[in-house]
């Protein structure tokens, strides 16, 4: 539970900002509508109008949310417009109110992001080729960034005014920690031998035609830029490759492995600095006919891994003192160094293994190199043919020949393909999102679509097949065998609620069990978070009303095979503190405060929501 209330606490801006360096092409087809006087809006939120190219790229990217869920389409298509109004009444109410993110600010939180960064720093190359693949310059990402955090500092300044009292925490875990008594008993659907009749057959099938239909399917064509094939057509000059060996040659390396031991002559209060360095000098010279991991062991004040004969494992350079690590770098194999002091007291250091550094000569990686060189123009090649891809099928929305022709790319096509297929490039779910978009099925080509790394995809319709219902002759058998699993299910529902009424007038659950021969469970303090039930069980018995006046808590429970439970609650125990909810206190505390700055936030939304000039055109 307190998992689940921080999860639904987390910063709902927080995702954005990073949908702004993930996504490739997210802004491409803007300015195209914005320059477009006679194209009507579909919404609008004060003076900033939202264009369906856009609303449509909102709807594919909010859909990856749901892949593999039963959401229908329209309940996403609604869920992502509304959530494209959201953020721009935010945005627009932050703005007015003169909320401020500086420059410095935004910079530092973006060489904080690891997409930017190589080998864990900033990288000035990554950022910009980032920002050139999704046709965006330094300047207009970081006004991007900058609104963002204004929009979440919005957030954070109203959430974290949620505070939680010590009776609302108390209550929490009286009701988190809850034990409930219960009796329950099923019943399993009758097996029905009686075949329907015609007439119920063709009645069940009137009213359930979705149920048999075959799924809606797309043939479409497409046009495919690839890293990997462009590489392919890049010609590399023995010149060229050997420059870029000498630009990358640290990618060719290996570095140098050096491990260590130590033995440490502390310096504190009953050593002074002469006695620390006498004893060092001392085992320095005991070293000459003795085994430095034994010496350790017996000397060494550093007792952690004075128990592993010294040994400091691999060294590694910024993690000890200076003096220490020069002295550490200068030795060589076996070769034990002189006292050398630190802030800890002398220490006498052993080098146990050299691996040298080595970098690779060009003879022996140039294949390794001509192909990352190949790569590297390939990726360049990439952003800018990707931005031509973009502009082109935009401008020819009607057909992909000008892209082909333009790009030198083969127009591939796929057969009649359904929702659920994971055939060829509808093994992506982005691309069978956009093959059943609104725009695709008008007939206009898709945005390039980012499948995997370092590919784009433009899709455009050849074939549109609508789900169409299956006849009767063909389904007949599936029909009847549906009807027969209902008129069970129906039955075993009208037991379980007979014997919910005579459980309700009084009756013994273990009588009524023993009559009907079901067998009859009875379970005492049991918790939210059992494993003895199944979970539709728990779920609605802790949401049933406590017992009143000893008459227990009846109610009936479909579960997922068709049997039905029914459930009697027959004593709600409060829960109490345990030692270990003592411990995670503060963080119940801390979460739950979150949970209400959440309620306050979502309500200060609906208001903003409710005062802003917000205009959807219906027709689109």
């Known amino acids: 539970m307190l998992t689940e209330i921080r999860e639904k606490a987390q910063g709902v801006f927080s995702w954005a900002i990073l949908l702004l360096i993930c996504i490739p092409f997210v802004l491409w087809g803007i300015q195209n509508y914005m320059d477009d ?102 300047a207009l990402f970081i006004q991007k960034i900058k609104q963002s955090l204004e929009m979440e500092q919005f957030q954070r300044a109203v959430m974290d005014s949620g505070f939680a009292s010590q009776y609302e925490v108390d209550s929490f875990f009286k009701i988190q920690n809850q034990q409930r008594d219960l009796q329950y008993l099923t019943v399993i659907p009758p097996k029905l031998t009686q075949q329907p009749s015609a007439d119920e057959i063709n009645a069940y099938y009137q009213q359930h035609q979705n149920a048999y239909q075959t799924p809606e399917q797309v043939a479409l064509e497409y046009v495919e830029l690839s890293v990997d094939e462009l590489s392919k057509k890049v010609t590399a000059t023995d010149e060229q490759v050997q420059a870029y060996y000498q630009e990358h040659k640290d990618e060719y390396a290996s570095k140098e492995r050096r491990k260590i031991s130590h033995i440490l002559f502390a310096v504190n209060a009953n050593t002074t600095e002469e006695q620390a360095l006498k004893k060092a000098q001392q085992a320095q010279e005991a070293l000459k006919t003795k085994d430095f991991a034994a010496v350790a062991k017996e000397l060494s004040d550093d007792k952690l891994s004075a128990e592993k004969g010294g040994d400091l494992g691999l060294f590694a350079v910024g993690v000890m003192e200076k003096d220490f690590e020069a002295a550490a770098s200068a030795l060589a194999l076996n070769a034990v160094s002189a006292p050398v002091k630190s802030a800890f007291g002398y220490h006498l250091i052993k080098v146990t293994e050299l691996v040298p550094a080595e970098t690779k000569d060009f003879a022996s990686v140039k294949a390794d190199v001509t192909k990352a060189y190949q790569k590297a123009q390939a990726e360049t090649q990439f952003y800018e043919l990707g931005e031509k891809m973009a502009q082109l099928s935009y401008e020819s929305n009607g057909s992909l020949t000008s892209v082909s022709q333009t790009l030198q790319l083969p127009i591939q096509k796929t057969g009649l393909l359904g929702k659920e297929a994971t055939d060829g490039i509808f093994s992506e779910v982005k691309v069978r999102n956009a093959a059943f978009s609104e725009e695709v099925l008008n007939g206009t080509n898709s945005e390039p679509i980012e499948v995997g790394t370092g590919k784009l995809v433009v899709v455009r319709l050849l074939e549109h097949k609508p789900a169409a219902t299956l006849p009767l002759k063909e389904v007949e058998a599936k029909v009847a065998a549906s009807l027969l699993a209902e008129k069970s299910k129906q039955q075993a529902q009208t037991t379980a609620n007979t014997i919910k009424q005579r459980l309700q007038a009084g009756e013994n659950i273990d009588t009524v069990a023993a009559e009907l021969k079901l067998p009859a469970q009875k379970l005492t303090g049991v918790t939210r978070n059992n494993d003895k039930l199944p979970i539709e069980i728990t779920q609605a018995a802790f949401k049933a009303a406590k017992p009143v006046d000893g008459k227990p808590t009846v109610l009936v429970i479909d579960l997922p095979q068709g049997e039905q439970a029914v459930v009697s609650v027959t004593q709600v125990k409060p829960g109490v503190m345990t030692e270990e909810d003592k411990k995670q206190q503060a963080l119940a505390t801390q979460n739950i405060a979150r949970a209400i700055g959440q309620s306050v936030f979502s309500a200060a939304m609906r208001n903003l929501e409710e005062n802003a000039d917000i205009t959807i055109n219906k027709e689109k």
């Open 37 to 138: 006087g006679k194209e009507l809006p579909v919404a609008s939120v004060g003076d900033r109008d939202f264009f369906q190219r856009e609303v449509t790229k909102a709807v594919m990217d909010y859909s990856q949310n749901f892949a593999g869920s039963n959401i229908s389409e329209e309940v996403i298509k609604t869920q992502a417009l509304k959530k494209l109004i959201n953020d721009e009444v935010l945005l627009q109410h932050v703005q007015n109110e003169g909320l401020i993110i500086s420059d410095e600010t935004a910079r530092n939180f973006i060489k904080s992001l690891p997409y930017f960064q190589v080998d864990g720093k900033f990288d000035e190359k990554q950022y910009k080729t980032l920002l050139s693949s999704q046709n965006m310059s330094p």
